[in-house]
């Protein structure tokens, strides 16, 4: 059971309140902290996270487990691969990591439909969850088919900056190769002509955005 004043303050975008009293009644409250894992390849998907506070990174793997990102939930947020996955039993082929510490609320598979059917602010919630997250799709395909690897490495240090709320980002080349799927090689060079640039500091396993980048990116 969720408190409904939490709901009320968290989701302001839901004001039915026998939408607002189903999802307190039948749902659940969790916390993950920053590296949990919520989600796995191959995992079958029993509830839908909606996002309160925090954010989770979601990627997509391969058998060999390279990983490419995705897109970030955030607050107010739920995730469109959990939704299909819920809808039509299959496991899920998506990797979903804690990036922050969260607190979420977990909407059961059956309560799901259940809301669908008889509530309008859920279903719109659900297709502009849809359209979201297929735009933000749209948006690594066109990274990956049209920009240059500077360039997206460029914007996801902006995205890690902006999402983490820090100019300080604890990672490793490996990770943002990873992500971007590339090597750590093509990275590391990457990364050292930006802090030539003064774009960055290099530490090790840390990196010191600058301001300044939000303007080269702009």
């Known amino acids: 059971m969720v408190d409904e004043k939490l709901i009320r303050q968290y ?33 079958y998907i029993k509830m839908i996270p909606i996002i309160l506070e925090g954010a989770i990174k979601v990627m997509r793997t391969d058998d060999e487990g390279h990983e ?13 691969v959990s939704l299909t996955c819920c809808r039509s039993h299959r496991s899920s082929e998506i ?12 909407i059961p598979a059956d309560l799901h439909e259940d809301l669908g059917n ?19 799709v749209l948006k690594v395909i066109d990274d990956i088919a049209f920009k240059r690897m500077d360039e997206r490495l460029l914007n996801y240090l902006l995205i890690k900056k902006n999402q983490l709320n820090t100019n300080e980002i604890a990672t ?22 930006l802090e ?6 290099l530490t090790r396993n840390k990196i010191f955005i600058r301001d300044n980048i939000e303007d080269l990116i702009g």
């Open 172 to 193: 490793t080349h490996q990770s943002i190769a990873n992500e971007l799927g590339t090597s750590r090689e093509v990275i590391s060079r990457l990364l050292k002509t």
């Open 68 to 80: 490419l990102f995705l897109y970030y939930l955030e607050p107010m947020e739920t995730c469109a």
């Open 118 to 136: 008889k509530f309008r602010q859920w279903k719109e919630y659900i297709a502009g969850t849809y359209q979201s997250r297929f735009e933000e």
């Open 11 to 43: 989701l302001p975008q839901f004001t039915d309140n026998d939408l607002i009293q189903e999802i307190s009644n039948r749902s659940g409250y969790s916390e993950l902290k920053a590296g949990d894992i919520l989600i796995e390849p191959g995992q």
């Open 95 to 106: 990797k979903a990591v804690a990036e922050t510490d969260i607190k979420m609320i977990n």
């Open 196 to 201: 030539k640039k003064k774009l960055i500091e």
